[in-house]
Antibody, heavy 124, light 109 residues
Framework: QVTLRESGPALVKPTQTLTLTCTFSGFSLNSIGVCVSWVRQPPGKALEWLALIDWDDDKYYSPTLKTRLTISKDTSKNQVVLTMTNMDPADTATYYC????????????????WGQGTLVTVSS | SYELTQPPSVSVSPGQTARITCSGDALPNQYGYWYQQKPGQAPVLLIYKNKERPSGIPERFSGSSSGTIVTLTISGVQAEDEADYYCQSADSSGNYGVIFGGGTKLTVL
């Protein structure tokens, strides 16, 4: 059974750095084609993809946010960590991590298992 | 940048067929994917590679592709299908990553 769980602070102040951890089970991030993505969703708004790390430790970021994001993995702990710098109230959202299926065909890229999400509020 | 366009809302009566479209210039060369999100819940993958259904997804959900449009069809809509639906593809603008459509709210009348 595949599970993912996001953890991190519920409240951060403007200009602070957010660190979120995705702890997963039921799959290996060492397997070819297996990736983990981060996605966020502001209240009442659409999904927004943020970042992805793949089995080969390659990292990909949203072009609009890449200067603020860092994604990393610790396969020994089955964890993926996302940091986002210089937080702003506009970053208030539910943040999800999701197992992502990718591969050498660049058009095969989808999120097949999601965590429950964690709400992060940015406020002073 | 690459975009996927969905209608903001679709309404249908129970038992009828709902069709939700998603348009994108690169869709002839990219697979489309669909997610369902109910209030307060995480998204769930409904359709992958245009028309494939993950195990556990009811047969009334189907996907198709034609040119620059991918379509999610829900046959025999049930009240429980009221949700937000998002299409997705891989970014084709030169950046490897994921692109979501803006989402469609399905209302079951």
């Amino acid at each position: 059974q595949v599970t993912l769980r996001e953890s991190g602070p519920a409240l951060v102040k403007p200009t602070q750095t957010l660190t979120l951890t995705c702890t997963f089970s039921g799959f290996s991030l060492n397997s070819i084609g297996v990736c983990v993505s981060w996605v966020r969703q502001p209240p009442g708004k659409a999904l927004e993809w943020l970042a992805l790390i793949d089995w080969d430790d390659d990292k990909y970021y949203s072009p609009t946010l890449k200067t603020r994001l860092t994604i990393s993995k610790d396969t020994s702990k089955n964890q993926v960590v996302l940091t986002m710098t210089n937080m702003d109230p506009a970053d208030t959202a539910t943040y999800y991590c999701a197992r992502t299926t990718g591969g050498y065909d660049a058009s095969i890229l989808y999120l097949d298992q999601w965590g429950q999400g964690t709400l992060v509020t940015v406020s002073s | 940048s690459y975009e996927l366009t969905q209608p903001p809302s679709v309404s249908v009566s129970p038992g009828q067929t709902a069709r939700i479209t998603c348009s994108g210039d690169a869709l002839p060369n990219q697979y489309g994917y669909w997610y369902q999100q109910k209030p307060g819940q995480a998204p769930v993958l409904l359709i992958y590679k245009n028309k494939e259904r993950p195990s556990g997804i009811p047969e009334r959900f189907s996907g198709s592709s034609s040119g620059t449009i991918v379509t999610l069809t829900i046959s025999g809509v049930q009240a429980e299908d009221e949700a937000d639906y998002y299409c997705q593809s891989a970014d084709s603008s030169g950046n490897y990553g994921v692109i979501f459509g803006g989402g469609t709210k399905l209302t079951v009348l």
